[in-house]
């Protein structure tokens, strides 16, 4: 039986992200949803991509401070610089140079590259000059695999007191969903049809992104299948599905709430990186968290039923159960 894979939608938006769409049909009855899931958790976590991870601005020392001639404070430059998508095929640091001298909008644009570099998205807005004042700094841009904290210890290159470490987010993939449908071969039914839909940030093409954690599959599954000669593997207990559930789902990394961009900054600015750390806070603890609003919490609390789970009882619920 011959496996179809096809690409059935694909689109660009003005940002540079893509978006594709890719039906995978006939599957064995129950594949639809193992191969799915499997792809879509390499997608969100295990390709490499390219992020931020530093940068020098000229006059300037740490993040709490404001940059003359600049209307941006530090900290709201060194978050527009995060959300710079660059594409490269290197994988060394690439060294990035903005000189603006000149009033307005210093845009992603105005970023002078290195051969081999490419800005995906070259309207984002990296910070506003007013009139006589100016904008030079240095961005380091590396490549790497899933969520690095600013507080990473760094090479000593970046240890200088000038150098501004930024939190960097190397998943070039910002979401994905799949669908299983029912499949016809001949007069059988019973095949799995599968739908997989996936949004990038432009660093990489959705089929090569496919094609990539299809890849990363082959080789862990091939390093299983190679094993001979070991002592037999003695059978697990019988674990109840429900159980098994509840037992991988704390495991799971944030990024696969496919939450916000607001919301998601800001649980990784909390050293929230996993479902495990986020279900041991309560609504209470979330609202804490700056810039973590009422709509906030909403959405991470309808993201979490979603999966059948909830937050930690906040102080006030406790009292109630309690009384």
């Known amino acids: 039986m011959e496996l179809k894979i096809k690409c059935v939608d694909t689109a660009t938006s003005s940002d540079g992200s893509q978006y594709g769409k890719f039906v995978i049909e006939p599957l064995e009855r129950g594949f639809g949803t193992t191969i799915g899931n499997s792809l879509r958790r390499v997608l969100l976590s295990s390709l490499e991509g390219t992020a931020v991870t530093s940068a020098r601005i000229e006059g300037i020392t740490h993040e709490y401070t404001a940059i003359p001639g600049v209307l941006e404070d530090v900290i709201d430059v060194m978050l527009n610089l995060k959300g710079l998508v660059v594409k490269t095929d290197s994988k060394e640091s690439q060294h990035l140079r903005i000189d603006v001298d000149k009033p307005g909008p210093v845009l ?18 990296i910070c506003t000059v007013a009139d006589g004042g100016s904008f030079h700094a240095d961005v380091i841009v590396d490549t790497g695999k899933g969520y690095v904290p600013h507080d990473v210890p760094r090479d000593a290159k970046e240890a200088s007191i000038d150098v501004l470490p930024i939190d960097a987010t190397f998943m070039p993939i910002k979401r994905v969903s799949y669908n299983v449908e029912s499949a016809r071969v001949g007069d059988a039914l019973d095949f799995d049809k599968l739908t997989l839909e996936i949004w990038s940030n432009g660093s990489i093409d959705v089929q090569n992104a496919l094609s990539q954690a299809s890849n990363l599959l082959i080789e862990h599954f091939m390093q299983i299948a190679s094993i001979t000669g070991q002592p037999a593997i003695a059978p697990l207990p019988q674990v109840e599905e429900k159980e098994a559930e509840e037992e991988e789902t704390p495991s799971m990394t944030i990024e696969e709430l496919e939450l916000s961009v607001r919301a998601y900054n800001c649980l990784k600015r909390a050293s929230i990186n996993s479902m495990a750390e986020l279900l041991k806070k309560s609504e209470h603890d979330l609202l804490n968290i700056k810039n973590f609003g009422k709509k906030s919490s909403d959405e991470v609390i309808e993201r979490l039923h979603h999966f059948g789970l909830d937050l930690a009882p906040s102080p006030v619920e406790e009292e109630d159960l309690i009384g």
Do not use: E, M
């Open 108 to 125: 992603a644009s105005d970023i002078q590259l290195p051969a081999g570099v490419k800005v995906v998205n070259p309207d984002w807005l």
